[in-house]
């Protein structure tokens, strides 16, 4: 299971057991928002800071860092295929990314 809170990192925990497996840390805000790709693979995280970070969770490292929004990133989406990211803002602004 993973969760992002107002401490402004990601966790990744053993369900079965509870306990915390790790930690992604790098927005500057509180994360609202996340999307795993259907492989599994790759973690994107909306924050208050304004961005949507994209994570390899093979390596548990930021890859990247998408564009920045006017106003908090409070909602994504991946598609079931795995090559489209959709991302919502409090500022009213929806953007359509290519993640493959």
Known sequence: MISGSRD???KVWNVKTGKLLYSLT????SVL?????????T??????????K?????T?????????YLDAVKSLV??????TLIS???????KIWSVQ
Do not use: M, R
């Open 33 to 41: 928002s996340i999307a795993i790709s259907p492989d599994g693979k």
């Open 88 to 94: 919502g803002s409090h500022d009213g602004i929806i």
């Open 8 to 10: 402004k990192e990601i």
């Open 78 to 83: 991946i598609s079931p295929d795995g090559k």
């Open 43 to 52: 973690l994107f995280s909306g924050s208050e800071d304004k961005t949507v």
């Open 54 to 58: 994209v994570w390899d969770l093979t």
């Open 60 to 68: 548990q490292q930021e890859v990247n860092t998408l564009t920045k």
């Open 26 to 29: 790098g927005h500057e805000g």
